[in-house]
């Protein structure tokens, strides 16, 4: 079977003989309404290489779930056994352990601000920011209504495929 883009070459060639004056309009109509059909063709078996795909995508995510899941269960683990060992490391007092490999020490806390009452606190202590954003919905419409908004102006976006 002919490549995609081979047969669009062809139908893109065909389109410009029959618009040329030499040749009568129905004199390549069987010729053309072949290439149509096995253009559609072609672009059918490219679709179901695109939901081949999908299957494969789907598969993916569930596997990057499983290992998410995976990742999530020995980081708790990890964390759960640091926790055991400074624990045990409070209770007993030991501060520094050495070994040929590693250094464990018990570092003290450093001291932090603890926020009981937000709306309680003065203002010089609070930063305050403010975000800025353009509404283009809003902007669209005026825009489409004939309205000139400064700064802005009406553009087509990429085409799309779909496939339902």
Known sequence: MTSLYKLTKQ?????????????????????FQALSGEFNEKAVSVVHVIHNMDSDIDAVDVEIKRLTAMKTALKNKKENIREYLQTNMEATGITKIECPLFKISLAKGREIAVIDNEGMLPD??????VVTKPNK?????????????PGARIERSNNSLRIK
Do not use: F, H, R, W
Request: charged share 35%; no cysteine.
């Open 124 to 129: 010089d202590l609070v930063d305050v920011s």
């Open 11 to 31: 139908q893109l060639e065909l389109k410009e003989l029959l618009d040329s004056e030499d040749i009568p309009a129905n004199a390549l109509d069987d010729t």
């Open 137 to 149: 919905a809003e902007i669209l419409k005026l825009l489409k209504a004939g309205n000139e908004v």
